[in-house]
């Protein structure tokens, strides 16, 4: 285990929905992450978070809101989404943003999204 | 633009046989390179991680080695095994500010046993 967990796993929602995805670090990391992964595309990273402060929006729609209340959970709220953003959503973290070149993220299992 | 590329998509071979995994990047100017495996319902393992300076990393029967010069990284896989069978992802992170990761599609290996 990674120490990195997500919920829910699975969420099928509706266009019309509000849902949120939750992932929580148990690692002591100050920077947390989302990511993207859709089928047939490489992992698009989304958000940064270090120490709570958002330091990275890779020009995603307003309909992901994140939230980052404090260094070990990180939220990804969602509205009004349309079925292309059905793909699995991966967290990940790290010890901080700016990584020594030894050092790595660690990933959650994801939460697999399905929009209807 | 910065791009990393993974040939081929996927791959089937019989247990036992070594095989190596493809990875290219168009910036040469990389931090550092990761391997990572993803199981089906899983979220991302590190493998290796090989540092600019680097020329491989080696962890049991894996091994990364990394070609700068030519854009080139490849993951050996010695005597492979069928708990083997994985999507292997490389990502290349290009800034020592952000740990930020531009990763490839990704090869599915299937070992049959």
């Known amino acids: 285990e990674t120490g990195v967990t997500q919920t829910p796993r699975h969420l099928v929602m509706g266009m019309t929905n509000k849902k949120s995805l939750k992932c929580e670090q148990h690692?002591?990391?100050?920077?947390m992450y989302w990511y993207k992964q859709s089928a047939k595309k490489p992992l698009e990273l989304m958000f940064v978070y270090n120490f709570k402060e958002q330091t990275e929006n890779n020009s995603v729609p307003s309909r992901f809101s994140p939230e980052c209340p404090n260094s070990s959970h990180l939220f990804l709220h969602l509205h009004t989404l349309q079925p292309e953003d059905s793909a699995l959503y991966l967290c990940?973290?790290?010890?901080?943003?700016?990584?020594?070149?030894?050092?790595?993220?660690?990933f959650g299992p994801g939460t697999r999204l399905l929009v209807l | 633009k910065q791009e990393v590329t993974q040939i081929p998509a996927a791959l089937s071979v019989p247990e036992g046989e070594n095989l190596v995994l493809n990875c290219s990047f168009t910036?040469?100017?990389?931090?550092?390179l990761q391997w990572f495996r993803q199981d089906p319902g899983k979220g991302l393992t590190s493998l290796l991680l090989i540092q600019s300076s680097q020329r491989e990393q080696t962890s049991g029967r894996l091994n990364a080695s990394l070609d700068k010069s030519s854009g080139r990284s490849t993951l050996y896989i010695a005597a492979s095994q069928p708990g083997d069978s994985a999507t292997y992802l490389c990502a290349v992170r290009y800034s020592s500010n952000t740990g930020k990761l531009i990763f490839g599609q990704g090869t599915t290996l299937q070992v049959k046993p």
């Open positions: 990940a973290s790290s010890q901080r943003r700016s990584l020594a070149p030894q050092e790595t993220q660690y």
């Open positions: 910036d040469s100017a990389i931090y550092n």
């Open positions: 690692l002591g990391h100050n920077a």
